[in-house]
């Protein structure tokens, strides 16, 4: 996806009053440079033990590598998961959680 129609859809999350962050097994300065690179205007979260990943089981394993599913965990305000979304195309990914937020909008 283009990043300015990436960070477009990004910002339908705000006005839905969501917050995004992304968790990776990649060590803090990939991330970085991956925000920079592709200007992803989300938040990244470095999980180096894959700890978040394991807990929420959405790991890959790829030749003795975790990686991350591209699953999407919706979080309600009291803390607990209200749903979740999987799909291998990020676009797919984002139009489906969106798509949830907007028909399940929290108060």
């Known amino acids: 996806m283009e990043a300015k129609a990436y960070a477009a859809r990004l910002a339908d999350f705000d006005k839905l009053g969501a917050e995004v962050v992304g968790i990776s097994p990649d060590p803090i300065d990939t991330l970085a440079r991956f925000q920079k690179e592709e200007k992803a205007p ?58 949830w937020l907007e028909a399940h909008q929290q108060q």
Do not use: C
């Not at 890959?60 to 591209?70: F, H, Q, S, T």
């Open 42 to 99: 989300q938040r990244f979260a470095s999980d180096p033990k894959a700890e978040a990943i394991k807990a929420y089981g959405v790991t890959l394993e790829d030749a003795g590598k975790i990686y991350a599913k591209r699953t999407t965990f919706i979080i309600g305000r009291d803390g607990k998961v209200a749903h979740m979304v999987f799909d291998w195309s990020p676009l797919g990914n984002v139009n489906k959680t969106l798509d």
